[in-house]
């Protein structure tokens, strides 16, 4: 799971089982963060679930366009060309 806040600092967290390896069975995402997740590479499958709170509304919910992350985050190129994909502005 990658996180990148509104300053531009990000933290990447590895969801699973080996706890003995930094893993986390849990993670809470904060506020104002983009987030977006991929399998490790290795990996062949998850299982993931989300609970919010408050509860989600779609008034609150913004999808990541590749091309305004890539303008505020240029540093974060890899990660956002990683986990998003190219919009040709059709919805």
């Known amino acids: ?3 990148i806040g509104g300053t531009g600092k990000s933290c990447q967290t590895i969801l699973g089982h080996d ?6 069975v849990q993670h809470t995402v904060y ?3 983009w987030q977006g997740s991929r399998l490790v590479k290795g990996g062949s499958w998850a299982l993931l679930g989300t609970t919010m709170a408050p509860g989600f509304t779609w008034e609150d919910f913004t999808l990541g366009d590749r091309d305004e992350l890539l303008n505020k985050f240029p540093q974060h190129r890899d ?3 990683n986990l998003t994909r190219k919009t040709d502005g059709l919805s």
């Open 1 to 3: 799971l990658c996180e």
């Open 19 to 24: 706890i003995n390896n930094g893993h986390q």
């Open 31 to 33: 506020k104002n963060r």
């Open 79 to 81: 990660i956002i060309l």
